[in-house]
């Protein structure tokens, strides 16, 4: 048990490779292990292209070694075709007599089958090991496809005095409260998760490109809620640079290319109707980075997974107060002279 811990801890740290290049692929690891020697690695990079059990029997030199070997994979492998064969075929085609699974797949598609069909062709399967590790890892997948909507992030930075905006702004850009390595933090997270999402007052106030230019990465999708239409076509939101999904009470504009205009009901449930949205549009992950309202109206309607909040030694005595969370801390973190805190929503 030990040893196939090991091995599927090693899947993981492979799988993190891919972190924000395989949507709407989940992030799956794999290793193939000989007389106790690891002979092949690989990990999913990016939707339609090899998947990690793929990538980790290419990398074997002596294929013949194959039909001795064990392969250990956190994802249970695909079953059906997609964009790729199933990694299921392709196990069974080299006899590979061993297959150790981390953890069963969420998605309708495979959910089961990838393992009936390993059993069926008489492979030797173990499932369940370091199952809890490898579903936090998947953690946007699993949530998409259990409960129907993406995985939701909170991300602010307030005071130490509790504000997270001052009372006058004299420029329309950001007031900055953190440090420049905690903003680079969020610039990593950013290309981490599919989309970002804001409101109209910190577009109006700020004028953000919510992109990720201080880290290498993709830029996420950007969500705009713009209830009124009220957000000027100059502003950096609207350049239909990177997707743009704009949620609104109505509107006689017609979607372009890169910019979407989505309806919905401003009179009630406006987070869950944000997720659904969402949810359509296939994306698995999104950072709530609005202003307070913005933030409060997922908190108030207990509609977020996670919520990442810096406090800074600066103070501003006055001004905009930090949105209200009653949650245990899970982490800390420090960050220059920034704290980072981090709290998970399990109702």
């Given at each position: 048990m030990k040893k196939n811990e090991t091995y599927i801890k090693r899947c993981i740290e492979l799988a993190k490779n891919g972190l924000g290049t395989t949507y709407p692929n989940p992030l799956v690891g794999s290793v193939i292990v000989y007389d106790g020697k690891i002979i092949g690695e690989g990990w999913h990079k990016k939707a339609g292209e090899p998947h990690a059990e793929v990538n980790a029997i290419n990398s074997v030199k002596d294929k013949s070694l194959l039909?001795?070997?064990?392969?250990?994979?956190?994802?249970?492998?695909?079953?059906?075709?997609?964009?790729?064969?199933?990694?299921c075929d392709l196990i069974i085609q080299n006899k590979i007599p061993n297959v150790v699974?981390?953890?069963?797949?969420?998605?309708?598609?495979?959910?089961?089958?990838?393992?009936?069909?390993l059993i069926e062709a008489g492979i030797h399967v173990t499932v369940g090991i370091l199952e809890d590790e490898c579903n936090e890892l998947n953690k946007r997948f699993f949530t998409f496809h259990q409960k129907k909507r993406p995985y939701i992030i909170l991300k602010w930075a307030e005071?130490?005095?509790?504000?997270?905006?001052?009372?006058?702004?004299?420029?329309?850009?950001?007031?900055?409260?953190?440090?420049?390595y905690s903003r680079?933090?969020?610039?990593?997270?950013?290309?981490?998760?599919?989309?970002?999402?804001?409101?109209?007052?910190?577009?109006?106030?700020?004028?953000?490109?919510l992109d990720a230019r201080d880290w290498k990465g993709q830029n996420p999708i950007r969500i705009i809620i713009d209830q009124n239409n009220r957000i000027p076509k100059n502003r950096h939101v609207l350049d239909n640079q990177v997707k743009t999904i704009i949620l609104c009470k109505s509107t006689s504009n017609v979607d372009k290319e890169n910019c979407i205009f989505e309806v919905i009901d401003f009179g009630q449930n406006i987070a869950h109707q944000i997720a659904n949205v969402l949810f359509r549009h296939?994306?698995?992950?999104?950072?709530?980075?609005?202003?307070?309202?913005?933030?409060?109206?997922?908190?108030?309607?207990?509609?977020?997974?996670?919520?990442?909040i810096f406090v800074s030694?600066?103070?501003?005595?006055?001004?905009?107060?930090?949105?209200?969370?009653?949650?245990k801390q899970i982490e800390k973190h420090s960050i220059g002279t920034?704290?980072?805190i981090i709290y998970k929503n399990h109702d």
């Open positions: 039909q001795k070997a064990t392969i250990y994979v956190s994802l249970e492998p695909c079953s059906h075709f997609g964009k790729t064969p199933p990694c699974i981390g953890t069963v797949d969420p998605n309708e598609k495979v959910a089961g089958n990838g393992i009936k069909k005071t130490q005095d509790g504000f997270i905006a001052p009372k006058e702004k004299t420029e329309k850009r950001p007031v900055w409260i953190t440090n420049t680079q933090l969020v610039h990593k997270w950013r290309t981490e998760e599919q989309a970002i999402l804001v409101g109209t007052q910190t577009v109006m106030d700020d004028n953000p490109k296939q994306i698995q992950s999104v950072i709530i980075e609005g202003g307070r309202q913005t933030l409060q109206t997922f908190i108030d309607e207990n509609l977020w997974d996670e919520a990442r030694n600066v103070s501003f005595l006055s001004g905009t107060k930090a949105p209200a969370l009653e949650k920034d704290e980072l």
